[in-house]
Nanobody, 125 residues
């Protein structure tokens, strides 16, 4: 079955960097766009970054542009989120997700049909 397993979260100070990984299995990875979302308690899960099947196109939420970079390694069925210059407001549980189809928006949570269990990122000030 489809599995997405995130790793790489942790507790860091403001200004630090982290790289999240999401290992995928149970489907043909290079046929799907992938995305990263994040959620804090009491708020909706929000889009962070997305990447097309080939990696040729990437998309970012405005507050992370220039600080976060999404990438993928199709040979390893893994998608990454490199985060630099982290801020306390980046604190959240980060989830990776599989995008349903090429015609839907990367920014829309409803475009994704499979989710990982999440990894906690905590940025202290």
């Amino acid at each position: 079955q489809v599995q997405l397993v995130e790793s790489g979260g942790g507790l860091v100070q403001a200004g630090a960097s982290l790289r999240l990984s999401c290992a995928a299995s149970g489907f043909t990875f290079n046929r799907y766009g992938m995305g990263w979302f994040r959620q804090v308690p009491g708020k909706e899960r929000e889009f962070v970054a997305g990447i097309m099947q080939s990696g040729a196109g990437t998309y970012y939420e405005n507050s992370v542009k220039g600080r976060f970079t999404i990438s993928r390694d199709n040979a390893k069925s893994t998608v990454y989120l490199q985060m630099v210059s982290l801020k306390p407001e980046d604190t959240a549980v980060y989830y990776c997700a599989r995008k349903i189809s090429t015609g839907s928006s990367f920014y829309n949570r409803g475009s994704y049909d499979a989710w990982g269990q999440g990894t906690q990122v905590t940025v202290s000030s």
